[in-house]
């Protein structure tokens, strides 16, 4: 099961419990990396732009004022924003992740497109050996007859049968991929026989009002248990990028 486990340093873990201090800032040189189980999917947060003052600096321009640093009126005013849907100021705080994620996740993950820019490896250019996720026994969950979509929380009987023979089906279309490269056929045509559960790669900028969206779909109990697992990892980081914002949105309700 991929499941998000961010480490937070102390002074992270201080602002989660509210105190209206600004996050540390992040940068390229000291990223925060969550890696996914089967050691292969991660998602990183590169770089942040503003903080929690800037939400409350573009809402205080509306009556020409500016604050210099967070105080307890600021908090109040950034959960007034978020509850009462004010969500511009939101837009302007801005995150950039390196995520590395299957296909099948990113597919759903893309759908989030508003408040995004995004950049991905590509397979006309790239032949490097493609990676694969492999559900583990516990990832096999039973189809749920009751739901339109989804699955049971259990796996199915077969679940060790079935995961032995995902993998070889997975390593049989790596090695198909690599002969048609060998007989020349140009990469974008050799992806072809590619599985939807090769991993991929880019960069993704969007702002902290398009993350908590993202994370309020994608952490919902109707969301897929793999796309899930990321939207949990961005949303730890983006808490402790954006303590206040992030609380005061509280993306397990959803924004707009
Ligand atoms: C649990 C779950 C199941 C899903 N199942 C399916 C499925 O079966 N099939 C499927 O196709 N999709 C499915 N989706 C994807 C879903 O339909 C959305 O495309 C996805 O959630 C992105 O939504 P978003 O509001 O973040 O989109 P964004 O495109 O990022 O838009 C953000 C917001 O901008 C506004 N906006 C965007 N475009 C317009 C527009 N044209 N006009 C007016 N306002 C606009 C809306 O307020 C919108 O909510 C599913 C999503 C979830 C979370």
Same mark, same amino acid.
């Given at each position: $099961?991929? /499941?998000?486990?961010?480490?937070?340093?102390?002074?992270?873990?201080?602002?989660?419990?509210?105190?209206?201090?600004?996050?540390?800032?992040?940068?390229?040189?000291?990223?925060?990396?969550?890696?996914?189980?089967?050691?292969?999917?991660?998602?990183?947060?590169?770089?942040?732009?503003?903080?929690?003052?800037?939400?409350?600096?573009?809402?205080?321009?509306?009556?020409?004022?500016?604050?210099?640093?967070?105080?307890? /009126?600021?908090?109040?005013?950034?959960?007034?924003?978020?509850?009462?849907?004010?969500?511009?100021?939101?837009?302007?705080?801005?995150?950039?992740?390196?995520?590395? $994620? #299957?296909?099948? @996740?990113?597919?759903? %993950?893309?759908?989030?497109?508003?408040?995004? +820019?995004?950049?991905?490896?590509?397979?006309?250019?790239?032949?490097? &050996?493609?990676?694969? %996720?492999?559900?583990?026994?516990?990832?096999?969950?039973? =189809?749920?007859?009751?739901?339109?979509?989804?699955?049971?929380?259990?796996?199915?009987?077969?679940?060790?049968?079935?995961?032995? =023979?995902?993998?070889?089906?997975? &390593?049989?279309? @790596?090695?198909?991929?690599?002969?048609?490269?060998?007989?020349?056929?140009?990469?974008?045509?050799?992806?072809?026989?590619?599985?939807?559960? $090769?991993?991929?790669?880019?960069?993704?900028?969007?702002?902290?009002?398009?993350?908590?969206?993202?994370?309020?779909?994608?952490?919902? #109990?109707?969301?897929? =248990?793999?796309?899930?697992?990321?939207?949990? +990892?961005?949303?730890?980081? $983006?808490?402790?990028?954006?303590?206040?914002?992030?609380?005061?949105?509280?993306?397990?309700?959803?924004?707009?």
């Amino acid at each position: $099961m991929l /499941r998000a486990t961010v480490t937070v340093d102390e002074k992270t873990a201080e602002a989660r419990r509210g105190a209206l201090k600004p996050a540390e800032p992040v940068s390229v040189a000291s990223p925060r990396r969550w890696t996914a189980p089967d050691g292969v999917g991660f998602v990183e947060l590169l770089d942040t732009f503003g903080d929690d003052l800037t939400v409350v600096n573009a809402a205080r321009v509306s009556f020409a004022k500016e604050s210099a640093e967070m105080c307890e /009126r600021d908090g109040k005013l950034i959960k007034y924003l978020a509850d009462h849907h004010h969500v511009t100021p939101f837009f302007h705080p801005q995150a950039r992740f390196r995520i590395k $994620m #299957p296909i099948f @996740v990113a597919r759903e %993950w893309y759908r989030h497109q508003i408040g995004f +820019a995004r950049n991905e490896v590509s397979r006309r250019y790239v032949d490097s &050996r493609p990676e694969c %996720w492999t559900p583990a026994n516990e990832d096999l969950r039973a =189809r749920d007859p009751r739901a339109k979509q989804g699955s049971r929380p259990d796996p199915i009987a077969e679940a060790a049968w079935s995961q032995a =023979r995902i993998e070889k089906f997975q &390593r049989e279309a @790596v090695a198909f991929y690599e002969e048609l490269l060998g007989v020349g056929v140009a990469p974008e045509i050799a992806r072809c026989v590619l599985p939807q559960s $090769m991993y991929t790669e880019f960069i993704e900028t969007g702002s902290l009002a398009a993350y908590a969206r993202l994370c309020g779909l994608r952490l919902g #109990p109707d969301a897929q =248990r793999e796309i899930q697992a990321y939207a949990g +990892a961005v949303s730890e980081l $983006m808490e402790g990028a954006f303590p206040v914002s992030w609380q005061a949105l509280s993306p397990s309700k959803g924004s707009d």
